[in-house]
């Protein structure tokens, strides 16, 4: 008899393991109804009120917003574009208002001559780039993981599904930019279709129009995948990519741009139209969640008012985390320059046992953070990098300011440099956490209070 080999699990088994035995202890499928409730109901007292939340690409939505994602027309199905001819079903002109409110706000905000609202993320409108704007074989240039490339533009994400060749684009490790001057010798040897600027460690602007001119050489396009950035680019508080010459900027609404998690695609050529929302519909996107769509539609038009002050207001706190926390003994990239123009902060953590060990410390505290490669690690070290990633939309958005973030850094170098127990500092945290419960910089709330 051979061992019983377990089944191949990409999850952790215990875990499984654990929720396997709770529903076993279920008299009923009600009390299994009962143990989901709860689980939801543990982690919004806990991370939605008891927790200093620094992930980057988290952002609490306002209760507008949150309300439309239980809207009765989350319910209703509507693939297809807008208008009664282009609809497979009936009883959609609701819909199409909606859905053309949402597109027409998009356009707006984005200050372009198209976009659209059916991504149900970002990874979608990534997807729906290569696929209408490449074909399998072609090169492309990104940026690698260790200078903050993410997946979705690189061999193990849409772009390697999509059979395409990638090639980095040239990073200087101090500056944390991209190299000119070796992208400037290295393009032309491999004439990339696309180069894309797609980064979920962001701290500076990147020389697109610089870099469109190499390209454009050869027919090249810049494409600006924004996931973080979206929000600060709304606002006006970070390089506009279109203005400077990508052709196509995709983000994620539910980074900066603090709407619901969705995949947001604009851009301005005609001659784009027809690829890009051809491989939306039908190739990549069928319903699409028109609740969803309205919490979008809401979110781009609280950023109309709001996004100017919200977005300067992260970067401002952001830069605060940064001084604040290098004056503690946290070395943070990018000090020699500011630290920071988006809304993270980057901290080298080797010392104080590397990224996942830190992260898993802080979170004790109710500090919740995440594990970062960073320019010296390599690819390979991805489950345990040296750096730790920090974001600042969460504490602003429920009101905070730089004299927060000193006390923020204070909790943080307390647990790090001076080895204080987490759980101890964790019962401050709440503490400090307790008065600020109101989400601020939406039409429900307002400004925060001075
Ligand atoms: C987060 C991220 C994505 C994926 O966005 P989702 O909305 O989670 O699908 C794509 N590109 C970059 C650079 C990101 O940081």
């Not at 630290?339 to 830190?358: C, E, H, P």
Request: proline share 7%; hydrophobic share 45%; aromatic share 6%.
């Amino acid at each position: 008899m051979s061992a019983a080999v377990p089944p191949f699990e990409v999850h952790d088994p215990e875990i499984l393991a654990q929720a396997r035995a709770v529903l076993d202890a279920c008299a009923s499928p009600q009390a299994m109804q009962e143990a989901v409730l709860a689980a939801v109901a543990r982690n919004e007292a806990w991370r939605g009120q008891r927790c200093i939340n620094l992930l980057a690409p988290e952002a609490p939505t306002s209760p507008t917003v949150r309300a439309l994602l239980s809207a009765e027309v989350g319910t209703r199905a509507a693939e297809g574009h807008i208008g009664a001819l282009n609809r497979w079903f009936v009883g959609t002109q609701y819909i199409d208002e909606i859905e053309a409110l949402c597109m027409e706000l998009l356009k707006k905000l984005f200050k372009v001559r198209y976009a659209d609202h059916r991504l149900v993320a970002s990874m979608i409108g990534n997807l729906t780039v290569y696929t209408a704007l490449t074909d399998p074989g072609d090169v492309i240039m990104s940026v690698p993981q260790p200078f903050g490339g993410h997946s979705s533009n690189r061999l193990d994400g849409p772009a390697g599904v999509r059979g395409l060749k990638i090639v980095d684009i040239p990073f200087d490790p101090l500056e944390l930019e991209v190299d000119l001057d070796l992208f400037r010798k290295m393009a032309p040897l491999v004439q990339p279709k696309l180069v894309t600027l797609g980064v979920s460690m962001t701290l500076f602007p990147f020389p697109i129009a610089a870099m469109h001119d190499i390209v454009a050489e050869w027919g090249g396009r810049i494409f600006f995948d924004g996931a973080h950035q979206l929000g600060l680019i709304a606002g006006g508080q970070f390089q506009d990519p279109l203005r400077e010459g990508a052709a196509v900027l995709t983000g994620s609404a539910g980074k900066t741009f603090s709407g619901p998690q969705s995949g947001v695609i604009v851009w301005d050529d005609p001659a784009l139209t027809e690829p890009l929302t051809h491989a939306i519909f039908p190739v990549l996107v069928a319903t699409h969640q028109v609740n969803r769509v309205a919490a979008l539609a809401v979110s781009a038009a609280e950023l109309l008012a709001f996004g100017p002050v919200y977005m300067a207001q992260i970067v401002r706190n952001a830069q605060a985390l940064g001084a604040a926390l290098t004056r503690r003994g946290i070395p943070v990239l990018g000090s020699h320059k500011g630290y920071t123009t988006t809304q993270q902060v980057i901290a080298d953590v080797r010392q104080f046992g590397g990224g996942l060990a830190v992260a898993q410390r802080l979170a004790r505290a109710n500090i919740i953070a995440n594990k970062n490669l960073i320019p010296n690690d390599r690819p390979e070290d991805w489950d345990r990098p040296s750096g730790l990633r920090m974001g600042t939309i969460e504490v602003t958005r429920l009101g905070m300011n730089e004299t927060a973030m000193e006390t923020i850094a204070d909790f943080m170098a307390r647990i790090l440099v001076e080895q204080e127990a987490p759980e101890t500092v964790g019962e401050e945290v709440i503490e400090f956490r307790q008065p600020y419960q109101t989400l601020y910089y939406c039409f429900d709330n307002g400004l925060p209070k001075k």
